[in-house]
C-alpha cells in the first residue's frame, strides 16, 4: 500500500510526499507556485523532502547557488 504525507511550511500546505511502492524513496506532489521546481523529485525521505520544500518556499539558495552569489556579489 502507497503511503503519503502532507508537506506544509510554516503552517502553508505546499504539496504531498508519496512513499514509493516497495522502496524507501519518496515523490513530491507540488501544490504551491513557489515549490513547483521540486514537483514530482524522488528523494530518500520524508524528512529530505521536508527540508527541501522549506528552503524553496522561503526563498533560500541550496549552497551552490549561495557560494556563486555571495563570489558574484561580494566584491
Not at 504525507?5 to 504531498?16: K, R, W
Not at 504551491?32 to 524553496?56: C, N, Y
Not at 547557488?65 to 561580494?74: G, L, R
Amino acid at each position: 500500500m502507497t503511503k503519503s504525507e502532507i508537506v506544509e511550511v510554516d503552517g502553508v500546505f505546499v504539496g504531498a510526499a508519496i512513499q514509493q511502492p516497495d522502496s524507501t524513496q519518496h515523490r513530491f506532489f507540488a501544490t504551491h507556485d513557489r515549490v513547483r521546481p521540486l514537483h514530482g523529485a524522488t528523494m530518500p525521505s520524508l524528512a529530505a523532502i521536508r527540508h527541501q520544500a522549506a528552503r524553496h518556499f522561503r526563498g533560500i539558495p541550496n549552497a551552490a547557488e549561495a557560494i556563486v552569489f555571495s563570489q558574484t556579489y561580494a566584491r
